[in-house]
């Protein structure tokens, strides 16, 4: 109830706005965790999880060289793991799907009329809506897989509230399309076990082609 009431608060919000600009945005993840306690590091031993988000987004601009970008996406966050031993051999992928909302502020380079660079900065706030785990072991001739859901629930394995920091660089072209990388910083340890200093982190990078509508 509390998910579905925040996601109807940011759809206000955002269909309230004085729009300057309405944009499709689209494109590929690499995501992974930084996972820790008190005693050991974990991530060193995970791979980046290939994913993707899309999503609708408006800006807001304030001047000819600074705008406010913010709206709606889904994306994928995760990790995959894989390892072997005497002749044994496992993988694991976990897959977490999230509907965020970041807001930041873009400067603009003027290179050319139709040509900007730009960075942005800002923070992001996300709801895990799903979260998947699917594992594959395997020994000599025998093998076996399953897959299982993620609990965001109260004792559950993770936390469904994400929240960050995004960064980015890239190109605009013609104010039609917009061409860039991202960086996505979580700050929020997602870990619902939180002993012996448990911490558990989203970090993403992101390739996205932004299409502008007006």
Same mark, same amino acid.
């Given at each position: 109830?509390?998910?579905?009431?925040?996601?109807?608060?940011?759809?206000?919000?955002?269909?309230?706005?004085?729009?300057? %600009? #309405?944009?499709?945005?689209?494109?590929?993840?690499?995501?992974? @965790?930084?996972? +820790?306690?008190?005693?050991?590091?974990?991530? *060193?031993?995970?791979?980046?999880? @290939?994913? @993707?988000? @899309?999503?609708?987004?408006?800006?807001?601009?304030l001047s000819p060289l600074f705008s406010l970008e913010t709206g709606l996406n889904i994306t994928t966050r995760g990790c995959?793991?894989?390892? =072997?031993?005497?002749g044994f051999t496992a993988t694991a992928r976990t897959v977490l799907y999230y509907i965020t909302l970041p807001v930041s502020?873009?400067?603009?380079? *003027?290179? %050319?009329?139709?040509?900007? *660079?730009?960075?942005?900065?800002? *923070?992001?706030?996300?709801?895990?809506?799903?979260?998947?785990?699917?594992? +594959?072991?395997?020994? !000599?001739? #025998? =093998? !076996?897989?399953?897959? /299982?859901?993620? %609990?965001?629930?109260?004792?559950?394995?993770?936390?469904?509230? /994400?929240?960050?920091?995004?960064?980015?660089?890239?190109? #605009?072209?013609?104010?039609?399309?917009?061409?860039?990388?991202?960086?996505?910083?979580?700050?929020?340890?997602?870990?619902?076990? &939180?002993?012996?200093? &448990?911490?558990?982190?989203?970090?993403?990078?992101?390739? =996205?082609?932004?299409?502008?509508? /007006?």
């Amino acid at each position: 109830m509390k998910t579905k009431i925040l996601l109807l608060a940011l759809l206000g919000v955002f269909s309230s706005l004085n729009l300057s %600009s #309405q944009s499709l945005r689209a494109g590929i993840n690499l995501a992974n @965790f930084i996972d +820790k306690n008190d005693t050991a590091l974990f991530h *060193p031993l995970y791979d980046a999880d @290939f994913g @993707f988000h @899309f999503g609708a987004e408006v800006d807001l601009d304030l001047s000819p060289l600074f705008s406010l970008e913010t709206g709606l996406n889904i994306t994928t966050r995760g990790c995959k793991l894989a390892w =072997s031993d005497s002749g044994f051999t496992a993988t694991a992928r976990t897959v977490l799907y999230y509907i965020t909302l970041p807001v930041s502020g873009k400067m603009y380079v *003027p290179v %050319s009329v139709n040509f900007k *660079p730009f960075v942005s900065f800002g *923070p992001y706030v996300g709801v895990a809506i799903l979260g998947k785990i699917k594992a +594959k072991a395997t020994k !000599g001739t #025998q =093998s !076996g897989e399953g897959e /299982d859901n993620i %609990s965001f629930s109260d004792g559950g394995l993770l936390k469904r509230y /994400d929240y960050g920091l995004q960064m980015s660089g890239g190109m #605009q072209i013609a104010r039609k399309v917009e061409l860039g990388a991202y960086y996505d910083l979580g700050l929020a340890n997602i870990s619902s076990n &939180t002993q012996n200093g &448990t911490l558990v982190q989203n970090r993403v990078l992101r390739f =996205s082609v932004k299409l502008f509508l /007006d």
